[in-house]
Antibody
Framework: QVQLQESGPGLVKPSETLSLTCTVS????????WSWIRQPPGKGLEWIGY???????NYIPSLKSRVSISRDTSKNQFSLELRSVTAADTAMYYC?????????????????WGTGTPVTVSS | QSVLTQPPSASGTPGQRVTISCSGS????????VNWYQQFPGTAPRLLIY???QRPSGVPVRFSGSKSGTSASLAISGLQSEDEADYYC???????????FGTGTEVTVL
């Protein structure tokens, strides 16, 4: 049974880089897709991007210039880096195992989620 | 700014049927399958419905999903007190080349 756990600093200063890691157990990150999602306080969910089994990545256009997702297969971890953060990046950040495909229909969904880690951007 | 539109709230008494709508466009719901997530306060979202109408193992049969054109719906038949939560629809958007979530609906059991 796949489990995910986010980790990283809970406080980041404006203009600096937010770095989070997701540790996966019970499954290999060399299979499936792996996403990052965030949720500002009191607001809805926003998908950030994914890294998939071969190491390829895809990001939401609004964050594309500031975000990177990478992986360490030896540790079975994948990571999020968000540069030049502002208060608007304050949120709960989740990592999730993602299923994607085109047969028999086009589908993309997050079936296992981590518990989330809160990040505050403040000086 | 969410691409998929949901009503902000829905409510019902125990045992009633409640439906939540999710309105999108031809680039998301019109071309791709819809998923629904359930989120209780202070906890991570949980996959409730995937590929329009499929229930993951462990999800009660009172939850059902449907899709027609550029809209989708989640129905809760036989509403129970433990169903009080926020519900989000989601679908891949071919124009954005990314996954998009709905605005979210808070369900209250009266």
């Amino acid at each position: 049974q796949v489990q995910l756990q986010e980790s990283g600093p809970g406080l980041v200063k404006p203009s600096e880089t937010l770095s989070l890691t997701c540790t996966v157990s019970g499954g290999s990150i060399s299979s499936y897709y792996w996403s990052w999602i965030r949720q500002p306080p009191g607001k809805g969910l926003e998908w950030i991007g994914y890294i998939y089994y071969s190491g390829g990545t895809n990001y939401i256009p609004s964050l594309k210039s500031r975000v990177s997702i990478s992986r360490d297969t030896s540790k079975n971890q994948f990571s999020l880096e968000l540069r030049s953060v502002t208060a608007a990046d304050t949120a709960m950040y989740y990592c999730a195992k993602t299923v994607a495909g085109s047969f028999p229909d086009s589908h993309f969904y997050m079936d296992v989620w981590g518990t989330g880690t809160p990040v505050t951007v403040s000086s | 700014q969410s691409v998929l539109t949901q009503p902000p709230s829905a409510s019902g008494t125990p045992g009633q049927r409640v439906t939540i709508s999710c309105s999108g466009s031809s680039s998301n719901i019109g071309r791709n399958t819809v998923n629904w997530y359930q989120q209780f306060p202070g906890t991570a979202p949980r996959l409730l419905i995937y590929r329009n109408n499929q229930r993951p193992s462990g999800v009660p049969v009172r939850f059902s999903g449907s899709k027609s054109g550029t809209s989708a719906s989640l129905a809760i038949s036989g509403l129970q007190s433990e169903d009080e939560a926020d519900y989000y629809c989601a679908a891949w958007d071919d124009s954005l080349n990314g996954d998009v979530f709905g605005t979210g609906t808070e369900v209250t059991v009266l």
